[in-house]
T-cell receptor, first 112, second 114 residues
Framework: AQSVTQLGSHVSVSEGALVLLRCNYS??????LFWYVQYPNQGLQLLLK??????LVKGINGFEAEFKKSETSFHLTKPSAHMSDAAEYFC??????????FGTGTSLTVIP | NAGVTQTPKFQVLKTGQSMTLQCAQD?????MSWYRQDPGMGLRLIHY???????DQGEVPNGYNVSRSTTEDFPLRLLSAAPSQTSVYFC?????????????FGQGTRLTVV
């Protein structure tokens, strides 16, 4: 069975500080991995995805994530947090782009 | 560029009532799905469809029904609403067969059952 684990349901960072949101996956074969962002009262929007082309994936709004097979991880980072980054972030895994398995989400708070 | 459109955005139901949540997409995607989002539980798959006339159950299908008569539409029916179905519901669509195809989400329907 495939699953993802997001460590830390709430993360707080100061504006300008590094953002690190953790995601570990469990899969018998290398999966496709995604990070989605959800702003308040909105749907989910794709930040970035890993599809085996490159281990370091760059997404929108300055976010990036690195696929580490040895650690079964796909952590999301951003060098400098902005107030507008405050949102809920979801890691998700799939194999053929159809059935997604989502983590429980991490709520990011940015402190001015 | 409508993408995935869900209606209504908000709904309050009484226990035992039935209703249909509408979902339509204009991207000609084969795959459509319904999720519910509850605090601390992420998104859980209710039902999904890989094309017109084909549906299947996801992780939490009890109390819900779906049909897929066209590629564009994938309504979700609550047969007899219960307070445990109070949640935010999301419809999503994606193309089949593409490597790591992105799922596109609607804006959600916030349902309260009293």
């Amino acid at each position: 069975a495939q699953s993802v684990t997001q460590l830390g349901s709430h993360v707080s960072v100061s504006e300008g500080a590094l953002v690190l949101l953790r995601c570990n996956y469990s899969s018998s074969v290398p999966p496709y991995l995604f990070w989605y962002v959800q702003y308040p009262n909105q749907g989910l929007q794709l930040l970035l995805k890993y599809t085996s082309a490159a281990t370091l994936v760059k997404g929108i709004n300055g976010f990036e994530a690195e696929f580490k097979k040895s650690e079964t991880s796909f952590h999301l980072t951003k060098p400098s947090a902005h107030m507008s980054d405050a949102a809920e972030y979801f890691c998700a895994v799939t194999r053929f782009g159809n059935q997604f398995y989502f983590g429980t989400g991490t709520s990011l708070t940015v402190i001015p | 560029n409508a993408g995935v459109t869900q209606t209504p955005k908000f709904q309050v139901l009484k226990t035992g009532q039935s209703m249909t949540l509408q979902c339509a997409q204009d991207m000609n995607h084969e795959y459509m799905s319904w999720y519910r989002q509850d605090p601390g539980m992420g998104l859980r798959l209710i039902h999904y469809s890989v094309g017109a006339g084909i549906t299947d159950q996801g992780e939490v299908p009890n109390g819900y029904n779906v049909s897929r008569s066209t590629t564009e539409d994938f309504p979700l029916r609550l047969l007899s609403a219960a307070p445990s179905q109070t949640s935010v519901y999301f419809c999503a669509s994606s193309s089949l067969g593409g490597a790591g195809a992105e799922a596109f989400f609607g804006q959600g329907t916030r349902l309260t059952v009293v």
